[in-house]
């Protein structure tokens, strides 16, 4: 499966070299690498691979497999959010983009908008079909409202000594997140069994059409 993958990544199929960067990153198929990964995501970004495009951006974010940079990871987002053609793919780049502007200045912010503003999709000899995203969006993207300060806690006041029959349980307060409890440690799987269930989960994913034309 990597090997097919990789023949018509290198030949200029943007899907397959975005399957093959999930193939490095994941480490089925190929010894696991996030920068050959980021390699891989990057070049069907540069075609305009709009769910490319969204993990490059938190790449970039992260600094996983390339250097952090707050400004070509808005950048990619803000290309997503204004031309994608799937929702979902919008709304994960909206959420990058608010999280990004608390790290950002205005200044930052303002280079990154008239990067992506700028950029245009790489057409590749043999790819045979048109990108996903062909430029930003013609239309401005506005940017996400500035992020809120929280809600100052209330004052709670110690509450009076409670009598064993008349224990209520309250709700938390809106403003504190309840986590959850830590699961049961469970026994991890052998390599084999990980990498296995990895490959079917990853192959479960891709589109039927896409599976008969790389040939499974």
Known sequence: MATRYEQAAQAGDDDAQFYLGALYSAGVGRSRSD?????WFSRATDQGH???MLIVAGLYASGRGT?????KAYSWAYIVASAGKVEE???GARQLMSLLMKRMTSDEIGRAVVAARAWRAVRVAGAGKSPHIERAGDLDQPAPAAPQPPPAPAVVQPAPA???SSVVSQPAPSNITV???SPKATSAPSVKNAKRDDARELLDQVPPGLRKRFGF
Request: charged share 25%.
């Open 35 to 39: 920068q050959e990964a980021f390699r």
């Open 50 to 52: 709009s769910h490319a």
């Open 67 to 71: 250097p952090k940079d707050n400004v």
């Open 89 to 91: 793919d919008r709304n």
């Open 162 to 164: 409670a009598q064993p």
């Open 179 to 181: 986590l959850p409890a």
